[in-house]
T-cell receptor, first 110, second 113 residues
C-alpha cells in the first residue's frame, strides 16, 4: 500500500498542552504537507515542508522532516479546543499525485 | 465566497442508480481533483485534471467518469451505483506552480442503499 501512516491514530489532551503527531511515508518526496480536517468538512492546508528542509514553523505549528527515516512530525503548541480535528500528512513526489496518510484524530479538552 | 464548492452536500440513492456530483472552483486554478474518503477516513485520489485534460486516473471502476467542461469545473458522474460507493467524495484544486497546495471542497456524503 502506498498509504502513509500517522501515529497516533487518536490523541486526547487538555487545553494548553502540546500535541505531537507523527507521519511516515513510503516513497521519495519533493515535499510533505500537513492538512487539518474538521468534522464534516474538507481538508485545510496547514504547512508545507520541502525535502531539503528539516524544520518549519507557522504560528503554533512546528513541523520537522527526517528524509532518512521517511518521517515527519507536527507539533501544536498551547493547544486550544478549536484545534480538535483530524490531521493528515500528504507526500508528493512532484507529480499531481498526493498520498495522504491515515490521519490522527486530535481531541483537545477544555 | 466559497473557493471550492461541491453540490450536493448529501446524496442518498438506491443501488443501480446513476448520479452526478458537481464541483466548481473560483480560484483560477488549473488543476482539479476528486478524492474518495471511506469510513476509515482513508483519503484516496481518484482523478486529476489539468487544463481540462485527464492526468491522473487511479484504479477506479469505469462506472466513475469525470467530466471537465472548463478549468473551473470538474464533475463526477457515477453509473450503476453500488453499496461500496458509499463514502465522502472531495473535490480539490490547485494552482500551477503552487500545485502542491490543494484547496478542498466541503465534501459530498454519498449513501447508497
Amino acid at each position: 500500500s502506498q498509504q502513509g501512516e500517522e501515529d497516533p491514530q487518536a490523541l486526547s489532551i487538555q487545553e494548553g498542552e502540546n500535541a505531537t503527531m507523527n507521519c511516515s511515508y513510503k516513497t521519495s518526496i519533493n515535499n510533505l504537507q500537513w492538512y487539518r480536517q474538521n468534522s464534516g468538512r474538507g481538508l485545510v492546508h496547514l504547512i508545507l515542508i520541502r525535502s531539503n528542509e528539516r524544520e518549519k514553523h507557522s504560528g503554533r505549528l512546528r513541523v520537522t522532516l527526517d528524509t532518512s527515516k521517511k518521517s515527519s512530525s507536527l507539533l501544536i503548541t498551547a493547544s486550544r479546543a478549536a484545534d480538535t480535528a483530524s490531521y493528515f500528512c500528504a507526500d508528493t513526489s512532484g507529480t499531481y499525485k498526493y498520498i495522504f496518510g491515515t490521519g490522527t484524530r486530535l481531541k483537545v479538552l477544555a | 465566497d466559497t473557493a471550492v464548492s461541491q453540490t450536493p452536500k448529501y446524496l442518498v440513492t438506491q443501488m443501480g442508480n446513476d448520479k452526478s456530483i458537481k464541483c466548481e472552483q473560483n480560484l483560477g486554478h488549473d488543476t482539479m481533483y476528486w478524492y474518495k474518503q471511506d469510513s476509515k477516513k482513508f483519503l484516496k485520489i481518484m482523478f486529476s485534471y489539468n487544463n481540462k485534460e485527464l492526468i491522473i486516473n487511479e484504479t477506479v471502476p469505469n462506472r466513475f467518469s469525470p467530466k471537465s467542461p472548463d478549468k473551473a469545473h470538474l464533475n463526477l458522474h457515477i453509473n450503476s451505483l453500488e453499496l461500496g460507493d458509499s463514502a465522502v467524495y472531495f473535490c480539490a484544486s490547485s494552482r500551477q506552480g503552487e500545485r502542491n497546495i490543494q484547496y478542498f471542497g466541503a465534501g459530498t456524503r454519498l449513501s447508497v442503499l
